[in-house]
């Protein structure tokens, strides 16, 4: 039970254990660092700096971008191990690779991302990006937080440490969102101190909070302590004025929920790094570009946010957020700069971002600044075309078997009809905020039943953590279905099933089916399973090859729309539909939310 | 006989115990500054912004300068204790204060000096720099270091810590310069761990043996090791090509020697952070500043490295260098970056820098940016007009007493004649390199004497830490004096006591009043001093207010002038004779130099 209390460093006397506990983490990572690499491998590099030692691999004829001085230099780059040693001309090595006059770039970041709405693993992902040339990501693995706890944060932070991709992470730091929801794990800020411990743990993550944080909040500013002089990201759409001031008082400094150039603008003008975001939903780069060519472009930097797999796949990754900001006219010089040094600079990862020497060889081959089309990434000094990877689904063995559900079957679905007139969730296409509306609901035999004819569909979250038999019941209109049933083991934040339906028996179908496959996304009709996608890890992650994560994701919104329905991404807007932070009525197991009391209300206004 | 060991960590094992000391003191410096501003600060700082709690002093009426966006904004700006809570409108204060329209800038930051050369006290420098704008200066106390090994570092870092003005210290890497001298101190790897252990210490100092690090020398290669991820700077006059990649590849990543645009640009191309340095001996703003407006210009920051007390009274700080820069067609915005935001993100200062919430309140008032006349400082909120300033003194105690000479009167200075061609050595006139030239010396008794007639002077340096009573004897011609001697315990590195002259006798009375005085500058002439300025503080440092120090210099100036002295700054001339580092023939206490070869060399080339 005590991941289920709430946190108990509410004195400044805790908040100073946990920056203790902060503050050990660097002497673990630094130490990490510098064991692993050794003077005697800086002794080495200045050898083959100054030829006195042969390089392993000498890469000739390129065009070296310098993001330091915005310039472009015909210049060998030297490599030894794993970092650069030197930039320059005549170097002898153990291979040399001729780039035939093509462009040079430091390997990509993404500044910020949840890793888990790519549907794959850590490795998966990795494969994805690589050839892309994305070498550094910096995750915050809330999804997957809210599931597992620290377990969850640790399948990240292994695949950094182990994996081909280089992975860090920012100790999530609202887990749950609410208490209005059962999730698998609550991250307190003790908790929190111990994932910044891990050398692969970089600050604080996204401040979901941050009304919490303006207000004060002792257990959110103990959070924020516990960072110490490590960086808290933010997350504050829309937040400016004294608020922002507050907020960025508090100790928070960046954001990434910027929509429009003011108040990207006035976020700058505070001191925060501005995270331009262009993922698969939000999409900010057309409105913020002109910023990143401004002088204020020095605190920008880009990131996904997320991303799903058919746009890794057939968009691409940082590589495609390059193309797009080139499109739009940005010189491709700066639009590079945003992609390396600048978050380099940002998570003061010193080691990387720039074609320098002693940093690390995480390299990217492209024929055309403008068109940036990636032929070949070095990482770490090795071509990942050369890559022999590592098995799709390693170490994520502890993050299955997450769906724990005590079912009592279809009856867990009836809903007494305790009033005549209900309260509606409308679902806004394309929005992951909700409207509320009041609807008599059809009735029969004293239950609210499923009325397809009006579109009030039945809506339930099921808990899948604890085995506690809570099921939240409520209705919904916007889905459009006409038949069957739908249902995911992907449901902000708790993540637990989300099904809707046009009748009971389907629904019940489509949770079964979700506890039989261990986690995933079923469309349901007539009893039979029309699609599906399984989702082991976690009950957020396949451990399929993306193509066909992508393909099964295809088929599931076919099949939801062969039973009518309307929306054009429906398990993205059914995801949302249980996350109570975000307006106005929404759905948990604990029954329906009124999101700005943030308390439980009845379905039935007339109860 | 400890601190005359040649350093001991030269294994792998030992260097990682010093990384771990360095990375202690990540603890020291984070607790200290978390336990001393604390969790509730934050909360108080978000309470004032939200405008829940009054501020306890309020800037209106002012242009603010922001140097994330590079733009200025009308707003008022509300201070809490030592920070800034808000920049914003309608802010409730304890005290207000109406701006009337003109600039409030970030306090300016000093990213490398030493401060020793001011020849005052670090509360007296304060006394100086502060109203003119500098908040913050990153010193390298590289010759009290030479004098007092860690307890000269402890006066600056103490200084620092409980003076008026915010002095940080990189940890001094070469001290001595060679084993050609005796120094007061040897500072050797295992010294710097322990200061980096102390939260005002923020980095390694310069590393000035070059050459060895590109050699990987290993006991420099331990120092940077030592550093862990922490700043390491550099020096590397005209260092290019391999032997910068090398340089920077071994860690080193700034520079502050830079003269011409195509080497400050390869530096910056390679990683480095670009110190323009304008002091008053070396000054490159005029051939650099335009580096500043390029994209390349975020990399690089202003510094003095040496500034002389008459140039701090008459020109000024940082704020001349901006007024430089700015009458050579410098946007005052991008100059004002070079002294703010690009030296605190060059150090990892976030708490300064810029005028953003929860940064110290460091904050500059100017009627006219181009001018860039400070009219008022605000050090931590407080304005520094208003400052009960601290005993000059204060601190400085273990510091005298410097002077340890075993001293056997005129007879120490007597040169037996060993040969008849003598190796000269030839003062350049405003360079501290000399040259060579050889002559036949007056020679009385079978002694050397000077020489007036052929401006062949006598020229000795005196060991002054360990009372070894060690004299080395040497020629010098450029100074051109008639009669008397000039002497100073200021002798670059070591510091022992130099003194010129045209009599051995007043050569003698030279030296003698300088132990009398602790330390200092003298000129004699017949046995009477003409002029004479006490450096009491480890011989290097007045305890005389900056005015009367400056006035005592120019007497010294005039008074080596009235005896015949050629050279514009005599005595600097005289201090840069016993530094064994610098082309091409000096003299130490234990005899003349051969720079190139690094070793002893006969007075006479036919002994």
Sequence with gaps: ???????????????????????????????????????????????????????????????VVDVFTRSVEEAAVAIYRSRIAAVGRGYEANRT????????????????????SSLVTPTEFARLVLPRGTTTVIVDPHEIANVLGLEGVKLF??????????????????????????SGARLTCGDIGLLLADDRVLGVGEMMNYPGVVASDEELM???????SRPVDGHAPGLRGDQLCAYVGAGVRSDHEATDLAEAREKLA?????????????????????????????????????RHPADLLHEGHIDHIIRRATSRGLDPLVAIELATINPATCFGLDDRGAIAPGRLADLVVVSDLQEFRVEETYRRGRPVSQLSWPDRAAGTGGARGSINVRWAGVTSLHLPAAGRLARVMEVVPGQIVTGMSLAAPKIIHGRVVPDTDRDLLKLAVVERHRSSGR?????????????????????????????????????????EQ????????????????????????????????????????EELERAAKSLGCLLPKPFMALSFLALPVIPRLKLTDGGLVDVESLSYIPLFVDT
Excluded at 18 to 44: M, T
Excluded at 99 to 110: A, E, H, N
């Design 1 to 63: 039970m005590r991941r289920f209390d709430s946190c108990q460093a509410r004195s400044p006397l805790m908040a100073g254990f946990f920056v203790y506990i902060g503050l050990l983490s660097e002497i673990v990572g630094g130490a990490v660092l510098i064991n692993r690499e050794g003077i005697r491998y800086r002794q080495e590099l200045a050898a083959v700096a100054a030829h006195r030692r042969p390089a392993d691999l000498v890469l000739t004829g390129g065009r």
């Design 97 to 116: 690779v001729d780039l035939g006059g093509r462009f040079l770039v430091p390997g990509l970041i993404d500044g910020h991302v949840h890793l888990e």
């Design 157 to 182: 932070t292994e695949a950094g440490r182990t994996g081909p991709l280089d992975i860090f992470v920012m100790a999530p730091s609202s887990v749950p969102a609410t208490a209005l929801e059962i």
């Design 222 to 228: 103990a959070i924020i302590a516990a960072a110490g």
């Design 270 to 306: 505070r001191g925060m790094w501005l995270m331009i975001r262009e993922g698969s939903t939000a999409k900010s780069l057309d409105e913020l570009v002109t910023l990143a060519a401004d002088p204020a472009g020095r605190r920008c930097l880009w990131v996904t946010d997320d």
């Design 471 to 511: 099921v939240g019941l409520g209705l919904v209109r916007g889905f459009g279905l006409r038949h069957g049933a739908m249902a995911s083991s992907v449901a902000h934040d708790s993540h637990n099933i989300i099904v809707v339906g046009c009748s009971e028996e389907d629904m019940a179908a489509a949770v």
């Design 514 to 553: 979700i506890i039989e496959l261990g986690g995933g996304q079923v469309v349901v009709a007539n009893g039979r399973i029309l699609a599906q996608l399984a989702l082991p890890i976690a009950g957020l992650m396949s451990d399929l090859p993306a193509e066909e994560v992508s393909r099964q994701v």
